[in-house]
């Protein structure tokens, strides 16, 4: 019987629980491959969650088994479909494609100056500190005094616990050796975190506040004016369970009040970003009180980091929603309007945007598969892959340096060693041309 044969574009965990799935769900021969631009797998959760969050980046674990153990899924890392392949070479040799493709762009703030040097989109710092092979080494010195995140997000919490760790938390996790020593080096010692409602309106979870407060090298400073709550932010507060909690959090953080400790992290609320002060660099940021404009204030600011979301980039030959970031679709098959592109699905972040843990993915990817497994079963449909062999060879024929599962391997194997020779469980590395060596193919990269 000739199998259904995928393509999924992504690594992260859509693209991998796409794949699972669909061996899973399907009655008959699946075969997927799944392209990852990056010599390495697992999207965001190797390049995003916190590597001072081991657990979650244990679903890793389960997801290699995926790629390990399933008959007919194949690993083709480093191959980025719109430029090593196209969406017409896809939809020409597999029956159906799934973009899996993830949120690849930070979200602005529209005011003036974000274009100075010194101004970041968080995005851009996490890659830096995971060891994207994306970002230079040497992206970020952290040598100013005071850092400012715009946003309450989970991210905009992960940036400020990275800057405020010592140089021994961080050997505990997988990061680079140069960025544990340019952390170490950091002379930042306050971290502002800058929010435009008040704390009810905060958006990171009660349990991650939990975790900053725990990290003891560092203060969590919260103004208890901040915590008498307007009647809007109580009417939020007497409604939702999670505010609540984290209100609660807030008041315990109040009273523990600053103890002097290496870094402090002062959280802003009621405060709207209206423009960042510089001729080259960014020197400062003005903000104004949101619930009262004509307040505002100047603070000196080196380093300013946007956490005010992550949104999908368009692709060609897709339908692009601007407004979500996301690739307009119905029921999971990629559509411009009412009319379906045939054979062509989204899943995770580029069909629903940035939202939910890495097991929302899964329901994600479920409701992918439906459709794709009731496209197929609809009567008259009938294969028109070509065999594997047809794509490796046009990928050979370019010269791309395909990264498959054993080469991955491969690379993990080094990681390992590096992190042996220096003390450590494990070290990623950095430099795509080195990731490419240690997986055994090519020799460097552009
Ligand atoms: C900083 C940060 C911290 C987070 N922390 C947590 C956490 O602690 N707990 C939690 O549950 N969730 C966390 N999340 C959310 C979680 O990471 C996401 O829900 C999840 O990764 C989204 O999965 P995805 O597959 O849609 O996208 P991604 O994980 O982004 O995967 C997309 C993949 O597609 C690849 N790709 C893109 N374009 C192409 C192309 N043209 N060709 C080939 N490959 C391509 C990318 O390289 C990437 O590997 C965090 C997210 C961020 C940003």
């Not at 990056?38 to 190797?46: D, I, K, M, Q, T």
């Not at 995971?130 to 970020?140: L, S």
Request: include cysteine.
């Amino acid at each position: 019987m000739t199998a259904l044969r995928v393509a999924v574009v992504g690594s992260g965990p859509s693209g991998a629980y796409c794949a699972q799935l669909l061996t899973e769900e399907s009655g008959s021969p699946v075969e997927v491959d799944v392209f990852e631009r990056l010599p390495a797998p697992f999207g965001l959760v190797r390049y995003g969650v916190a590597p001072d969050h081991p657990r979650v980046k244990s679903i890793t674990t389960s997801f290699a088994e995926v790629f390990d153990e399933t008959p007919g899924i194949r690993f083709l890392g480093n191959v980025q479909v719109g430029t090593d392949i196209t969406l017409d070479e896809l939809r020409a040799n597999y029956d159906a494609v799934v973009f899996a493709s993830g949120a690849q762009v930070d979200r602005n703030l529209g005011i003036q100056g974000e274009d100075l040097a010194g101004v970041h989109g968080v995005r851009e710092f996490v890659s830096w500190y995971q060891g994207h092979p994306d970002t230079k080494t040497d992206a970020f010195a952290l040598n100013g005094k005071r850092a400012v995140i715009i946003g309450m997000g989970n991210v905009a919490l992960d940036a400020a616990r990275m800057l405020a760790h010592t140089p021994e938390a961080l050997r505990a996790t997988d990061v680079p050796e140069h960025i544990v020593d340019a952390f170490a080096a950091s002379t930042y010692r306050e971290i502002v975190v800058i929010g435009r409602r008040g704390p009810a309106f905060a958006k990171f979870t009660n349990k991650e506040f939990i975790e900053l407060l725990e990290v003891d090298s560092c203060d969590v400073v919260i103004d208890p004016a901040d915590l008498e709550l307007d009647a809007q932010q109580q009417a939020h507060a007497d409604a939702d369970p999670a505010a609540r909690r984290l209100l609660a959090t807030f008041a315990k953080a109040a009273e523990r009040g600053v103890l002097g400790r290496n870094t402090a992290i002062r959280f802003l609320f009621d405060c709207t970003p209206v423009e960042l002060i510089g001729e080259e660099s960014a020197l400062a940021i003005r903000l104004a009180k949101t619930s009262d404009p004509n307040i505002t204030e100047i603070l000196e600011t080196d380093l300013v980091l946007r956490s005010v979301g992550y949104r999908g980039a368009a692709i060609d030959g897709l339908p692009f929603d601007e407004k979500s970031g996301t690739i307009a679709h119905l029921d999971s098959r990629v559509a411009d309007g009412r009319n379906v592109l045939p054979g062509v699905y989204v899943a995770g972040w580029i069909k629903r945007g940035p939202s939910g843990v890495v097991g929302t993915n899964r329901r994600c990817a479920s409701e992918t598969v439906t459709s794709i497994l009731a496209d197929v079963a609809a009567p008259g449909w009938t294969s028109t892959a070509t065999p594997a062999a047809v794509v490796d060879e046009l990928l050979r024929s370019r010269g791309v340096d395909v990264v498959d599962w054993t080469a991955w391997q491969s690379l993990e194997q080094a990681e390992f060693a590096a992190g042996e020779a220096v003390g450590r469980e494990r070290v990623k590395l950095h430099d795509r041309a080195e990731m490419l060596r240690a997986a055994g193919v090519g020799v460097g990269v552009d």
